[in-house]
């Protein structure tokens, strides 16, 4: 049974899942999506009180919790969509314009 | 056990047979009666399916979907603007290689509407991905249904099977049958045991991801080679099938072709009144036959050519128009199919048929006159025409 880090762009067709099929779960978080983005939010962890606000309203899973504190953004998934920065109640979210920057 | 049924009750009691574990139901006239005699056998606890009443068609294949995609065998019936509106879904179950079986009873797709029988809603759905059995008569109706789930399920296949018999004539027409026991049927079709599914808890599974460029295209190809894999597949079980049915199936069944050297190509309950035109010519000396595809995807090609190798005139007949201003589909692949004999037969393309305009012997006699003239003159003339409208100039 051949695992999602085992198939990619030069895998041939031979070896895919009938139905492209995924056995596991879980494989979203091995995909680059954060390339879509066309703005970035910007974490000012000096103004961050950890109040939790932005994690539930991020629409994917682009802001990490460990140990009841927000850590930095995950870009490699964040669409740029600005939720966070919209609801966070202190200025420790900010957008820039592109993708790229940070 | 001989029975008298109508083609519905009998694929309705093929299903009850079977006992599948879902039944996505949504009536369409000439499919109606076969949800309607399997919710009694559902109310008489006959089955244990579980019979889920829906607001559409596209919501009867969705529920397919689902079903057969938790590791359920599913099954639904539907006819003509019902068949046009799960046609999403038909591309979703067979790209996601769930082997789902669906009940086609042949029916014209609007317009002008019309409840009768024709092949364009099914004919519709050729690209789609799904394997497509046609039936002549009650009887085959009943076999192919049986035949359908050990074809779809198998692993070197995993495609949807549509079983398909004409509006009415078939569908509602009450026939003697012969019916199998239904212990002998259950073993036949046996436990749908697929590798991967939805319910299996230790081995989570995501069915339909999105396929980008760099993925699509090798589906596709995984697509095509099912597809190829099924012929195979259906002889087998057709084998396996005439052991307990003493009935007998291929993809294709040739009708006194062994000197045929006219013939017909066709598909339906047209192939037995065109058996009693080739009976009547054969008394009067002419060397006629037919040649009935059983089996349209996936399309019998090489077989189809093999058929028709030592004849001379040959007519293709569609019951489904196809509007490509080159004749109906089922002429399109056959002639394709022709192209690599060394030798081919002339070739007509007759469309007939449509929205449930009768043929009778004696309009399969005129067809082979005009072939009689084709193999003596070796002037084919039109080479596209329709038959069965009224019209100011000579009929065909």
């Known amino acids: 049974m051949i695992s999602a880090k085992d198939i990619n762009e030069h895998t041939p067709w031979q070896d895919l899942t009938p139905g492209a099929e995924i056995y596991e779960p879980g494989t979203a978080r091995a995909f680059n999506t954060g390339n879509w983005r066309t703005n970035t939010p910007v974490f000012h962890a000096e103004a961050c009180k950890h109040c939790m606000l932005c994690v539930p309203f991020c629409p994917d899973s682009a802001i990490p919790v460990k140990d009841g504190k927000r850590l930095d953004f995950d870009y490699m998934h964040c669409k740029g969509c600005g939720i966070c920065a919209e609801v966070c109640p202190f200025p420790a979210i900010t957008m820039v314009t592109g993708g790229a920057g940070k | ?396």
């Open chain 2, 1 to 396: 056990m001989n029975h008298r049924l109508s083609g519905n009750e009998a694929v309705a009691y093929a299903m009850k047979q079977v006992n599948p574990d879902v039944m996505g139901a949504f009536p369409i006239t000439p499919s109606t009666e076969i949800p309607e005699y399997f919710a009694k056998y559902v109310a008489n606890g006959e089955v244990n399916t579980e019979f889920v009443l829906v607001e559409s068609e596209h919501s009867s294949m969705s529920v397919c979907i689902a079903a057969q995609a938790a590791g359920a065998r599913a099954v639904s019936a539907t006819s003509s603007c019902g068949l046009a509106l799960m046609y999403e879904l038909l591309y979703v179950a067979a790209s996601c290689r769930l082997p789902i079986t669906l009940a086609c009873v042949n029916r014209a797709l609007s317009g002008p509407i019309n409840i009768n029988a024709d092949h364009s809603d099914s004919m519709g759905a050729r690209d789609s991905g799904w394997i497509q059995i046609y039936a002549e008569n009650n009887q085959e109706a009943y076999d192919n249904f049986i035949m359908a789930m050990p074809i779809g399920e198998h692993p070197s296949v995993r495609l949807p099977v549509m079983t398909c018999m004409d509006g009415f004539i078939t569908s509602h027409a009450v026939e003697n049958i012969e019916l199998l026991d239904t212990d002998v049927v259950r073993k036949f079709v046996g436990e749908y045991n697929p590798e991967h599914y939805l319910l299996k808890k230790e081995n989570p599974l995501a069915v339909g991801p999105y396929g980008i460029s760099a993925y699509y295209m090798e589906q596709k190809v995984m697509q095509a080679e099912a597809m190829k894999a099924a012929k195979a597949r259906i002889l087998e079980v057709a084998a396996e099938f005439a052991r307990i049915s003493g009935r007998h199936y291929g993809l294709l069944e040739e009708y006194k072709m062994e000197d045929a050297e006219l013939a017909l190509v066709l598909i339906g309950s047209t192939a037995g009144t065109a058996k009693a035109a080739v009976d009547k010519l054969r008394e009067g000396g002419v060397k006629a036959g037919l040649v009935k595809i059983r089996v349209f995807r996936p399309f019998p090609g090489e077989e189809l050519a093999q058929a028709l190798g030592k004849t001379k005139a040959v007519a293709v007949m569609d019951r489904s128009e196809g509007f490509s201003a080159n004749g109906g589909p089922v002429f399109a692949e056959t002639r394709s199919a022709l192209y690599d004999l060394r030798e081919r037969p002339h070739l007509i393309n007759i469309v007939y048929g449509l929205g449930g305009r009768d043929m009778k012997v004696e309009d399969i006699e005129k067809i082979f006159a005009r072939l009689a003239d084709i193999a003596a003159t070796g002037e084919i003339g039109p080479v596209y025409t329709h038959m069965g409208q009224r019209s100011r100039e000579e009929k065909v």
